[in-house]
């Protein structure tokens, strides 16, 4: 799976100002790559949260791009136009974002801990266990 923006018009067609054919797609990673939220920045331009996972599928991170309003990946945005933040070695997903006044782009999302549990019960933590990372942590 690759990520795919489509930009419609007000009449409910494709807008081909973006990108010639007002759609696109964009793969990051070898694994499965998903868009879970977007917003429009002051300037037009695209901004999509997600994640990338890897091929195995055993691990994902939190996943940024952001597109100008023809199309085309914005690399004054992390250097490419794609920015991914890990925090641990298992699933991690942006699920929704939000832009700022000063065009800050605020992330939210899930990360997701398998850890070991002994049959006695101690030492390397919860199965499966929830917990909610603060950005910047």
């Known amino acids: 799976l690759d990520v795919a923006v489509a930009r419609y018009t007000s009449a409910g067609v494709l807008d081909t100002t973006f ?17 879970l939220g977007v917003k429009i920045d002051g300037s037009g331009r695209i901004v999509v949260a997600g994640y990338a996972k890897t091929a195995a599928g055993t691990a994902s991170s939190f996943l940024v791009m952001r597109y100008t309003s023809a199309g085309a990946l914005d690399t004054t945005f992390g250097g490419t136009g794609k920015v991914q933040t ?52």
């Open 19 to 35: 990108n010639a054919t007002g759609k696109l797609t964009t793969s990051i990673s070898t694994g499965d790559d998903e868009a």
């Open 86 to 137: 890990g925090f641990n070695s298992g699933i991690d997903a942006a699920t929704a974002l939000a832009i700022d006044g000063n065009g800050a782009i605020v992330v939210v999302g899930v990360t997701f801990v398998v850890r070991r549990v002994r049959r006695a019960g101690g030492g390397q933590g919860a199965r499966g266990r929830r917990r909610a990372t603060p950005a910047g942590d």
